[in-house]
């Protein structure tokens, strides 16, 4: 490995806008999302990028290896066994649960007049951290796979632990047996964060806040992420479905049964949006157990990293798909380029933009794009700039990023 000192990747998103007659309108929306990241890899050793992934992006840099590898086994028809697809899932799952801890933990309270639960977030952070500890010596970014020699009864508390605090997130959906009847009134009686945001976005906003015309985007292969990244460098930074801008996320995936369910009484809506973040919880919880199910003891594979080749990789992130396209040759990359769900929901025509133009008068607009934005999750600290107005510094900037 390099011994360079990469740095993390600063980010932002700012929206640029002013009121009119309870209505906040957007002038620009300004992103300092990573494009450079190509060019920071440029003809780096390909068995280098999947850690130096891991380290650009420390909050999400699991994903970003793990879609790599992927995509870096596929110009070399690299085929790793069942074990390791189980392990990498695992990896996946458990940031995906520190992904929920930090939104619903640390994002959320603020949104219903609470403190952020720092001690809860830090408990569900070293739960994921332990679950992660299944490849030794850590070399776990590996093409090719890692060498696994799990201690099953120590992952499997550390699994129980995190899937245990996961549920404990949202325990108003904590029965898997839960129908719609039963799990809007327990929404409404609740007290947890995610219940009380919901309600709020239920009582105090107009019922179809939230709404846009904008599709929502299907689950897509890693050939069609790779058709057009191959072709189209603008597609990392403004990606659409046949030229319109989607949305992506949990709303999208419709991970929950319930989903469905709730799209068909409140529609594609702010308080839908939420609820199918939060139903996250439970569904990442049971996910976790049945990936240590699947895990086993494994050795990698031998890879020859000489030929040259292009593949693409795609994998579902808490936020939705992140996908890698790269080209080697001689061991080196020649080219590498991504998409990841913030480019999507943030789109300067995407999802986001489309529901605050479409949003009716409110009696705090600002408020309300805070609530909306946090709804997409950016993940990245997010800045609603008011243009001529002097409102109070709550309203300038969340840092909706986990």
């Not at 695992?90 to 640390?106: F, K, S």
């Not at 702010?270 to 895990?295: F, I, K, M, Q």
Request: aromatic share 6%; proline share 9%; hydrophobic share 50%.
């Amino acid at each position: 490995m390099a011994t360079l000192a990469w740095p993390t990747l600063e980010q932002r998103i700012r929206l640029d806008a002013f009121t009119i007659d309870g209505r906040l309108v957007a002038k620009s929306l300004v992103t300092t999302r990573a494009s450079g990241i190509a060019g920071v890899l440029a003809a780096q050793p390909v068995e280098d990028v999947p850690q130096v992934l891991a380290r650009l992006f420390p909050l999400c840099g699991t994903a970003h290896a793990i879609a790599s590898l992927a995509a870096i086994e596929a110009t070399q028809g690299i085929e790793v066994s069942p074990a390791q697809l189980a392990f990498r899932e695992l990896m996946l799952l458990a940031e995906h649960g520190a992904a929920l801890g930090w939104r619903i933990l640390m994002d959320w309270p603020p949104l219903v007049g609470g403190p952020p639960n720092v001690r809860a977030c830090a408990d569900i952070r070293r739960a994921a951290a332990a679950v992660s500890t299944v490849a030794e010596h850590g070399a776990w970014a590996r093409i090719g796979g890692a060498r696994l020699r799990p201690d099953r009864d120590d992952l499997a508390r550390a699994v129980s632990e995190l899937a245990r605090l996961l549920i404990e997130l949202f325990p108003e959906a904590a029965d898997p047996a839960l129908s719609w009847r039963e799990l809007w009134p327990a929404i409404q009686g609740g007290a947890s964060t995610p219940a009380r945001l919901i309600n709020t976005a239920r009582a105090d906003m107009p019922a179809d806040y939230g709404r846009h015309d904008r599709p929502l985007l299907p689950s897509m292969a890693a050939d069609w992420f790779a058709a057009r990244l191959a072709a189209d460098p603008v597609f990392c930074n403004a990606p659409t479905l046949d030229g319109t801008p989607a949305e992506v996320g949990p709303l999208a995936a419709q991970r929950h049964p319930l989903i469905a369910e709730a799209v068909s009484h409140w529609g594609p809506t702010l308080a839908t949006r939420l609820l199918a973040a939060a139903l996250d919880a439970p569904v990442v919880a049971g996910r976790l157990c049945r990936a240590l199910d699947e895990l086993a003891d494994d050795d990698p594979v031998e890879v020859d990293l000489t030929r040259p080749g292009r593949g693409a990789g795609v994998v579902e992130t808490a936020r939705g798909p992140l996908a890698y396209f790269v080209d080697v040759a001689f061991g080196r990359v020649r080219m590498l380029r991504s998409v990841a769900p913030t480019e999507w929901n943030f789109h300067p025509e995407g999802p986001f933009m489309a529901a605050l133009d479409a949003a009716p008068r409110v009696a705090d607009p600002v408020l309300a794009a805070r609530l909306l934005a946090a709804s997409f999750d950016p993940c990245v600290p997010f800045r609603i700039e008011m243009l001529g107005d002097h409102r109070p510094p709550s309203h300038a900037e969340v840092a909706l990023h986990a």
